[in-house]
Structure formats: structure tokens, C-alpha cells
């Protein structure tokens, strides 16, 4: 079955410095594509960032990057240069075969929460 | 600006009452989602749409209804028979390349009285 495990609860980190929050997944499919989303306490979820299982490189967006590991399934959001509007819940979330049963699900992770300290 | 819309935002049910809420998309995005998000939980896919007059159960499709019967709107009725409907719903919209990216609409708030 197909999981995403986000192993960090809570993380605090100070203004201007990086952080990485973990994201490990577990499929059996060769294709896939993975996710990052920020939900402020506003609620909206905003997309982040996307890797696919084939992208050779890590995947960046401004001050966010993912750093891919295929063999430790592994996808880590790395937000270099925190900003106090950095904090927020952020979800990792996985999506299987297009086409698999017409199956256009994400399997989501339960999300760290992230706080930038002034 | 292109995007989704939710409304209400807060939403209040009486016990037995059915209630609708609203998600309307201007992306031209052919897919579009219904989530709901408890507290301390990630997002579970009630239903979801990839054309028109055409929707699937998600994964917590009891007690809840859709219909898709234009591209831009995908309406939920949460009915009576969802008996623990408080929760914060959120709708998304996907095209139907590679990345398929969902966006989010900025969500309704439910509360039983």
C-alpha cells in the first residue's frame, strides 16, 4: 500500500537560517510523482513543489528545493533563508500511476508544523 | 485572476439538515476534488471529478454527494446521513498533463449546532 510518513511533528527554526522537513514514502510503483504543500493557519493549501520519480534532478522553486533520495524513498522540502511567513503547516503528499483505475488520488502525509522564530 | 472560490466560508448544519457547499474553478481544469481535513489528520478524498457528468467515491464517501454539471463547478451536499460532519473542507482542481498539480481553494469551515 502506498504511505507517506512525515516523522517531524513540530520543528522550530530561526529567521534567515535553512530547514528541512523529512518526507519518506513507500510505493511499489515505478512512477510517481511527489508533493509539497504550506497550509497557513488561514487554511488555503498552497502548492510548493513537485518531483517526479524519473526527474534526474532535485526539484527547486525559489527558496524551496527537494531533496530527492530514490533509494531511501525519500523527499525532503528544504526552505533555506526562513521567513517569520514561513510558518505553517507543510504536507508531503504522493501521487501513484495516472491512469492506475482512474485513480488520480494523493496520498497525503499528517504534516509537520513549522514555526520561524523571530 | 484565475483560481478557485469556496463559500461559504463557515458554514453552520442543524442536526438532519442537508447543507451545500460551494467550489467553482476559472483554470479550464478538467479535474476537480473534494477533501475534508480534521485536526491532527492529513487530507481524505471524499470525491473527485475528471469531466463532466462524471464523478467517483473517494475514499470517506458516505454520507456526502456531488454532482459535475459544468466544467467550472463541483458542488458538495453534505447530507444527514454524515453523522460527524464537522470538519474543514477544502476543494482542489487539477489539469490532466504529467504533473497533474492540484490547487486549492481556500476552504469551508463546517460546524454542527
Known amino acids: 500500500a502506498q504511505k507517506i510518513t512525515q516523522t517531524q511533528p513540530g520543528m522550530f527554526v530561526q529567521e534567515k537560517e535553512a530547514v528541512t522537513l523529512d518526507c519518506t514514502y513507500d510505493?511499489?510503483?515505478?512512477?510517481?510523482?511527489l508533493f509539497w504543500y504550506k497550509q497557513p493557519s488561514s487554511g488555503e493549501m498552497i502548492f510548493l513543489i513537485y518531483q517526479g520519480s524519473y526527474d534526474e534532478q532535485n526539484a527547486t522553486e525559489g527558496r524551496y528545493s527537494l531533496n530527492f533520495q530514490k533509494a531511501r524513498k525519500s523527499a525532503n522540502l528544504v526552505i533555506s533563508a526562513s521567513q517569520l511567513g514561513d510558518s505553517a503547516m507543510y504536507f508531503c503528499a504522493m501521487r501513484g500511476l495516472l491512469n492506475a483505475g482512474n485513480n488520480r488520488k494523493l496520498i497525503w502525509g499528517l504534516g509537520t508544523s513549522l514555526a520561524v522564530n523571530p | 485572476d484565475g483560481g478557485i472560490t469556496q463559500s461559504p466560508k463557515y458554514l453552520f448544519r442543524k442536526e438532519g439538515q442537508n447543507v451545500t457547499l460551494s467550489c467553482e474553478q476559472n483554470l479550464n481544469h478538467d479535474a476537480m476534488y473534494w477533501y475534508r481535513q480534521d485536526p491532527g489528520q492529513g487530507l481524505r478524498l471524499i470525491y473527485y471529478s475528471q469531466i463532466v457528468n462524471d464523478f467517483q467515491k473517494g475514499d470517506i464517501a458516505e454520507g456526502y454527494s456531488v454532482s459535475r454539471e459544468k466544467k467550472e463547478s463541483f458542488p458538495l451536499t453534505v447530507t444527514s446521513a454524515q453523522k460527524n460532519p464537522t470538519a474543514f473542507y477544502l476543494c482542489?482542481?487539477?489539469?490532466?498533463?504529467?504533473?497533474?498539480?492540484?490547487?486549492f481553494g481556500p476552504g469551508t469551515r463546517l460546524l454542527v449546532l
Open positions: 482542489a482542481s487539477s489539469t490532466r498533463g504529467y504533473q497533474e498539480t492540484q490547487y
Open positions: 510505493t511499489s510503483d515505478q512512477s510517481y510523482g
